[in-house]
């Protein structure tokens, strides 16, 4: 039964593979494999900064609103403000870092929840990206309301982010996003797992009295986790802007539900039971390999939420039912 | 017959291995107030909830004046005509309701009908604070009344039930001595009118006051009824806690210096100052029953609490500790009692759990060093005698005992000046104990040990020098060699130090 809790979903998500090859002839293809890491990279990202929260008993439901605010504020500093790429990323960057420090502040300041605090925050978000433009999505040629046009562009630097594709044994076979995915998954992972900080948050995570009283600094490492988790969420956006080429304002509304699915299904890989980064990236390959396997098939496009939602709520109850960690009895 | 309310025969409960009532016998008169004294762990918290429903005992029989009375569920116990008014007041009203609903709660919970009839609940909740000597409006929120009048809304609400048998839990552990002088009319007026009453304290105060007759328990049995006048209240104590003659004579060393000085210290509120010296190589034990302010001492030693007022002195540089940080940096460690809910990491194992607090002294740019870690660990595990598979083992794995010996080997891990071990014995086994106990005799030269225990069993195993606090302060201190029990007991259950023939 150990066995079975530990390597249960990994053996699944092997079988799945050898299903869908043998399925389509296309899935176990170089080309497959890599878009379904691009697929789902963007998610991934955001599932890492999420992790991060829920490793410390928080949840970051402030993730996808980050995110495209960061499309919306790079297209901004690009196109508005006619600033070049590298100021389009920094400026990003350090609005994820304060969406960050205020989600921590309040809630280890103000002790509001976290849901509560972060879902606050993501109404505030969806609200502001909206005003500088009355609603309106940015692009070359627009009239702001002000009555100017708009003459900047999406440099070809910034939408490298979006096109380039690395050569690795195949021309044009690995995208920024991919590379950008993996990079952040090691340094996240590193983190987490091998320093001294992360560890702290893990204790934190599981009994927060506990590690406060052997002089942990809580409150630091609480207002930390958000401020990674805003930090990948700008990643995130910033790329997804690159992708777009345009502030699209309808973009990445699945983006909380997806990468919060990924951070979920992470808790079933190897019997884990709580907050992983090896299983946040598991869970968001497999949720891109059951649905490039299932276009593949042909199968509608409306059946891939019930498949997602189908895949979490069994992944959960596989780990928490059968393993005697955080049961009833 | 009919003078006894409750009686209770072979009384067997247990918890998977765990024999917590092993044979209770117990009778419990009509119109007589019962005070059940008994240590933590004892036993008493469970023989009140298999009287009040919430467990089932696996044994024994227990009877209502004659009739059988075994509850499988709370509304059972209350309609049979058993009632518990809890110690956390808190636990017993619903402080977002009025004081009406809630002296109405249990009909509003079981009765009948969708609709409440406002009127109705509030004129039948008029009548049974007058019979208390209730004095509020029945329409304000219970969140507006003060601890007491809370509890009296907790009685009143028992009383409606015309219990049978009323049970107190600590009443008066949060209530000040007029509100307790009020408690105690009232606990008057019910025993004229005929209800058994079960309290469960062991102030001696209290007890003087109210209490008919004394029984005492250890180790889940029935271990002294104490019936006549005037009540032998040193006696009691003496029978809850044991008698504590050990084989062990311990080596008690030249003391060194002072490490730290407590001066002129009051705890709380007007307790009496109090002054102690915690020396080099030295082990104290502080002993005294559940409120006597040991935990309260331990806390304001690491930063957790502020004394009311007094100085402590740590090498000579005045310590106020802030918090646990501050405690920490100038070598004032702790291991806190209640270690499931303040020590152990659950999702950590051994090793983790053992070097969490000094993980800085293991990494090297942030990054953990797993074989300085590992050799720590080893270390503890062989000193403290850890019984485990491997250092990785889950924390979760280990009994009791051995989780307490992982949770005093991440303070002992590293050196301290001073090491506070508050209550290290909680659930505890005898080996692990005595274990423990060695090893932290075995090293303590170098620094300061003091150990807050809950039995004497404990105190004169380990200690050099045994202290005794009782409301707040230090009541005596004896040096742990051919030590008085009868004195020390004495002062434990509050008798002045110098007045140990009490009345």
């Known amino acids: 039964m150990e066995l079975v809790i530990k390597y249960g979903f990994l053996v699944l998500m092997a ?128 009239i702001m309301p002000d009555g100017r046009v708009t003459e900047g562009v999406f440099s070809p630097a910034f939408l490298a982010l979006g096109r380039h594709k690395f050569d690795f044994f195949i021309e044009n076979l690995i995208p920024v996003s991919v590379v950008v995915l993996l990079v952040l998954g090691l340094i996240v992972w590193a983190f987490m797992e091998l320093t001294r900080h992360g560890r702290l948050m893990y204790a934190i995570g599981s009994n927060e009295r506990a590690a406060e009283l052997a002089g ?37 509304n699945n983006l909380l539900l997806d990468s919060v699915a990924a951070a979920l299904i992470g808790f079933a890989v190897l019997g884990a039971a709580k907050p992983n980064v090896f299983g946040t990236i598991i869970g968001a390959l497999f949720i891109g390999i059951l649905l490039q396997g299932l276009t593949m098939m042909n199968a509608p496009y409306y059946t891939q939420d019930f498949v997602k939602g189908a895949v979490l709520v069994v992944a959960l109850v596989f780990t928490f039912a059968l393993s005697k960690r955080g049961g009833a009895h | 017959m009919q003078n006894t309310a409750v009686k209770i025969q072979g009384l067997t409960k247990a918890f998977g291995a765990n024999n917590v009532l092993r044979g209770i016998d117990l009778d419990l008169p009509k119109g007589q107030v019962t005070a059940l004294m008994g240590a933590n762990g004892a036993g008493k918290s469970t023989l009140v909830k298999v009287l009040c429903g919430v467990h089932t005992a696996n044994a024994g029989t227990v009877s209502l004046y004659g009739e059988p009375f075994m509850p499988s569920s709370p509304a059972e116990a209350i309609a049979a005509g058993v009632v518990t008014v809890h110690q956390s007041i808190n636990d017993g009203v619903v402080p977002d309701l009025d004081v009406a609903s809630n002296l109405m709660l249990d009909e ?52 409606a039930h015309k219990p049978k048998l009323l049970i107190l839990d600590e009443p008066t552990s949060s209530l000040s001595a007029k509100e307790a002088a009020r408690l105690f009319e009232l606990i008057d007026r019910l025993r004229a ?15 003087k006051r109210i209490a ?59 307790s009496a100052p109090f002054s102690l010296d915690l020396c080099d190589g ?88 797993r ?10 595990v062989t000193d403290l005698g850890i019984i485990c598979q491997h250092q990785s083992d889950d924390i979760g ?47 303590a030269k170098g620094r300061a040990t003091v150990v807050m225990v809950a039995e004497m069993d404990e105190a004169v195993e380990i200690a050099d020098r045994i202290v005794v606090m009782a409301e707040h302060t230090i009541k005596g201190e004896h040096r742990n060699e051919n030590i008085d029990l009868n004195a020390v007991l004495a002062q434990v259950a509050g008798a002045e130090s110098g007045q140990v023939n009490a009345d």
């Open chain 2, 371 to 380: 074989k300085s870690e590992r050799t720590t660990t080893q270390r503890m």
């Open chain 1, 15 to 142: 079988g799945l593979v050898i299903f869908f090859s043998l399925s389509s002839e296309f899935f176990a293809t170089p080309r497959s494999a890599v878009f379904i890491f691009q697929s789902v990279s963007i998610t991934g990202i955001l599932a890492l900064g999420v992790t991060a929260t829920l490793v410390v008993d928080g949840f970051d439901l402030s993730i996808g609103s980050t995110a495209t605010s960061a499309l919306m504020l790079s297209s901004y500093v690009m196109v508005v403000w006619e600033m070049s790429a590298m100021w389009a990323v920094i400026f990003c960057l350090i609005m994820g870092a304060l969406v960050g420090l205020v989600n921590g502040l309040l809630i280890v300041k103000m002790k509001v929840p976290d849901l509560l605090a972060t879902l606050g925050m993501m109404f505030f978000l969806v609200g502001l990206q909206r005003i500088p433009t009355e609603g309106r999505s940015i692009s070359t040629g627009m």
């Open chain 2, 212 to 270: 008919d007759r004394i029984v005492s328990m250890r180790d889940g049995k029935i271990s002294g009824v104490f019936e006549d006048t005037p009540l032998d209240y040193e006696g009691a104590v003496k029978a809850m806690l044991g008698r504590a003659i050990s084989e062990i004579k311990l080596d008690i060393p030249e003391a060194g210096a002072p490490v730290l000085r407590l001066e002129n210290m009051v705890l709380q509120g007007d």
């Open chain 2, 108 to 159: 509003l919970a079981n009765g009948r009908g969708f609709f409440i009839n406002k009127r109705k609940i509030r004129a039948k909740a008029r009548e049974l604070a007058e019979a208390i000597g209730l004095d509020v409006d029945v329409r304000h929120e219970v969140s507006e009344l003060g601890l007491a009048d809370r509890q009296l809304v907790a009685i009143a609400r028992a009383m």
């Open chain 2, 282 to 369: 030295e082990v104290v034990a502080i002993t005294g029953l559940v409120g006597s302010g040991k935990s309260l001492l331990a806390d304001v030693l690491y930063g957790q609490a502020r004394q009311e007022s007094g100085a402590m002195q740590l090498k000579g540089a005045a310590y106020a500790p802030q918090n646990q940080a501050a405690a920490i940096k100038v070598g004032v460690f702790r291991t806190p009692k209640d270690r499931a809910t303040n020590a152990v990491i659950q999702d950590f194992d051994i090793t983790k759990n053992i070097t969490l607090p000094f993980t800085a002294r293991h990494s090297v740019s942030g990054f953990i060093m």
């Open chain 2, 193 to 207: 009118q005929g209800v058994a009453i079960l309290y469960i304290s062991h102030r001696s105060s209290d007890i």
């Open chain 1, 216 to 252: 942990t600094n809580v409150n630091r490492y609480k207002v930390l986790a958000y401020m990674i988790s805003g930090v990948l969420s700008s990643v995130g956006g910033i790329l997804l802007a690159a992708r777009l080429g345009r502030g699209d304002i309808a973009s990445g």
């Open chain 2, 397 to 443: 794995s280990l009994s009791g005992g051995n989780q307490q010996k992982v949770m005093v080997g991440r303070w002992m891990a590293e050196a301290s000046n001073v090491l506070v071990l508050d209550e290290p014995f909680q659930g505890v086994d005898i080996q692990a104990r005595r274990d423990i106990g060695a090893k932290i005799r075995e090293t």
